[in-house]
Nanobody, 124 residues
Framework: QVQLVESGGGLVQAGGSLRLSCAAS????????VGWFRQAPGKEREFVAA???????DYAESLKGRFAISIDNAKNTLYLQMSSLKPEDTAVYYC??????????????????WGQGTQVTVSS
């Protein structure tokens, strides 16, 4: 089974950018539908972005145009490029992988593997 490790989180000022990475070990990520979720303090985990096995993307409506999901199959790594960051983007960000055939997948319940999360803090 695939194992996922996020990195790239940190503290950034509003308006700045960050790129999160999700390194996979084990099976290649191209075998999975993949995605990013986030969880802010006191809130439920929410969908951020998803990428199907055939490269179709989907984003939370409020994040379209600011966030971009991509994958580097050679490095077996998933990315989330975040720009024009806002304080409300502060959260722990998680990557996930699903064995489902169809995608992109936007619901947590359909993901089978999760990383441990990386903290993103956006200061105003």
């Amino acid at each position: 089974q695939v194992q996922l490790v996020e990195s790239g989180g940190g503290l950034v000022q509003a308006g700045g950018s960050l790129r999160l990475s999700c390194a996979a070990s084990g099976p290649t990520l191209s075998r999975y539908a993949v995605g990013w979720f986030r969880q802010a303090p006191g809130k439920e985990r929410e969908f951020v972005a998803a990428l199907s096995r055939v490269g179709i993307t989907d984003y939370a409506e409020s994040l379209k145009g600011r966030f971009a999901i991509s994958i580097d199959n050679a490095k077996n790594t998933l990315y989330l490029q975040m720009s024009s960051l806002k304080p409300e983007d502060t959260a722990v960000y998680y990557c996930a992988a699903s064995t489902a055939v169809m995608g992109p997948i936007v619901t947590m319940e359909e993901y089978h593997y999760w990383g441990q999360g990386t903290q993103v803090t956006v200061s105003s």
